[in-house]
């Protein structure tokens, strides 16, 4: 059963602390998205890539998040220094086709203190 | 500055049809519309897409009327287990010409018995 890996599930955090999440997006999947998700500002689009290159991050902001994709079976979302305000749901995703068809992963909840 | 807009939450009793309505005045020509059904501590999951008319499948029916800026969600005979947060996503192109895939505010679901 095909699916997306993110790893950890849970991380707690000090503030300050650099924080790195993982996902596995699906074998042969050549779109990859970050979202955050949080009460008050629901599922936000931090980044996606396609085929490994980024296509649009301008939803992270850019002291602090960074997004890679070192090859087709991993991503990384790196957060340096993490801050309280970063607590949230984090969701990698992957698809095939166009974009808006895609496969979330379980997510990393992120509580920074 | 573009949108979507979905109800906030919506009530129904097991076995009626239901139909979720998403407005999206400023979608792109060649973007496709999207539903997600997310129930609590778990990803998005994808339900179906279209481009236009009527689209079905095992699950939902997607309706989209000609000029497309809106799409409706119908789930025939809904279940407890369909009690859930249902998302709209469509790709939205900004004046600057970045693409940017939304999330809407989600509409949640409360199947009664």
């Known amino acids: 059963d095909a699916r997306v890996t993110q790893t950890p599930r849970d991380k707690v955090t000090e503030m300050g602390q650099e924080v790195t999440m993982r996902c596995q997006p699906i074998?042969?999947?050549?779109?990859v998205f970050w979202y955050r998700q949080t009460m008050m500002q629901g599922l936000e689009l931090l980044a996606y890539?396609?085929?490994?290159?980024?296509?649009?991050d301008s939803g992270m902001p850019k002291d602090r998040f960074s997004a890679e994709m070192p090859d087709a079976t991993l991503a990384t979302l790196k957060i340096q220094p993490s801050e309280p305000r970063d607590s949230a749901v984090y969701f990698c995703?992957?698809?095939?086709?166009?974009?808006?068809?895609?496969?979330f992963g379980q997510g990393t909840r992120l509580t920074v203190v | 500055l573009a949108k979507t807009t979905q109800p906030i939450s919506m009530d129904s009793y097991e076995g009626q049809e239901v139909n979720i309505t998403c407005s999206h005045n400023?979608?792109?020509?060649?973007?496709?519309i999207t539903w997600y059904q997310q129930f609590p501590s778990q990803g998005p999951r994808f339900i179906i897409q279209g481009y236009k008319t009527k689209v079905t499948n095992e699950v939902a029916s997607l309706f989209i009327p000609a000029d497309r800026k809106s799409s409706t969600l119908s789930l025939p005979r809904v279940s407890l287990s369909d009690t859930a947060v249902y998302y709209c996503l469509v790709g939205f192109r900004y004046r600057t010409g970045r693409r940017a895939l939304t999330f809407g505010s989600g509409t949640r679901l409360q199947v009664q018995p």
């Open positions: 995703a992957s698809g095939l086709k166009g974009g808006t068809e895609a496969f």
């Open positions: 400023n979608i792109a020509t060649n973007d496709y």
């Open positions: 074998l042969g999947h050549n779109t």
């Open positions: 890539f396609r085929n490994r290159a980024p296509l649009d």
